[in-house]
T-cell receptor, first 112, second 112 residues
Framework: DAGVIQSPRHEVTEMGQEVTLRCKPI?????LFWYRQTMMRGLELLIY????????DSGMPEDRFSAKMPNASFSTLKIQPSEPRDSAVYFC??????????FGAGSRLTVL | EDQVTQSPEALRLQEGESSSLNCSYT??????LFWYRQDPGKGPEFLFT???AGEEKEKERLKATLTKKESFLHITAPKPEDSATYLC?????????????FGEGTQLTVNP
């Protein structure tokens, strides 16, 4: 298995632009998580899905952030409009057993 | 609110010099405690899950232990390839489904 695949690996954009991060989970995993990692706040859960349904989005910082999972093999995290404080590494993780998460390599976002 | 505190923030060891990392937690009923390893530029990689006080898990040079208030990750005779950031996370019984709360990690450097 190729593991959890995230794209892009690096994104540099200007404030106000729309950013879309993509994730392909491991086949057969029914949980998908989006985390954000910064030096100041560490790893924070943004949202997670079970069987493509959003279960807990209480970590989504504000309305500028949205996440979708249209099918079992694809999810997106969108930020519109982006702000410099959104700069972070965004991780997608998937799991079959709810607590053994397999993380992707992350998408490093820089908003200028 | 669930809290996880890891110490020290950073640890430098000589190859072969054994030591322990600490993870203190506050949760309203622990469902599980998890250790992950994170290498630079990569996502966290699952190491162990502990469920109850007194439980121990081992993998190569690593051993994780759990009490009612903290967990230790013991590293015996470490090698340079053990250098990484070690993250601790907890899942509380009362949190929704699969929410994990992560500590900020201990950055371990093992010098040859």
């Amino acid at each position: 298995d190729a593991g959890v695949i995230q794209s892009p690996r690096h994104e540099v954009t200007e404030m106000g632009q729309e950013v879309t991060l993509r994730c392909k989970p491991i086949s057969g995993h029914d949980y998908l998580f989006w985390y954000r990692q910064t030096m100041m706040r560490g790893l924070e859960l943004l949202i997670y899905f079970n069987n493509n349904v959003p279960i807990d989005d209480s970590g989504m910082p504000e309305d500028r952030f949205s996440a979708k999972m249209p099918n079992a093999s694809f999810s997106t995290l969108k930020i519109q409009p982006s702000e410099p404080r959104d700069s972070a590494v965004y991780f997608c993780a998937s799991a079959r057993l709810v607590t053994v998460l397999t993380f992707g390599a992350g998408s490093r976002l820089t908003v200028l | 609110e669930d809290q996880v505190t890891q110490s020290p923030e950073a640890l430098r060891l000589q190859e072969g010099e054994s030591s322990s990392l600490n993870c203190s937690y506050t949760v309203s009923g622990l469902r599980g405690l998890f250790w992950y390893r994170q290498d630079p530029g990569k996502g966290p990689e699952f190491l162990f899950t502990l469920y109850s006080a007194g439980e121990e898990k081992e993998k190569e040079r690593l051993k994780a232990t759990l009490t009612k208030k903290e967990s230790f990750l013991h590293i015996t005779a470490p090698k340079p390839e053990d250098s990484a950031t070690y993250l601790c996370a907890v899942q509380a019984e009362e949190t929704s489904g699969s929410r994990l709360t992560f500590g900020e990690g201990t950055q371990l450097t093992v010098n040859p």
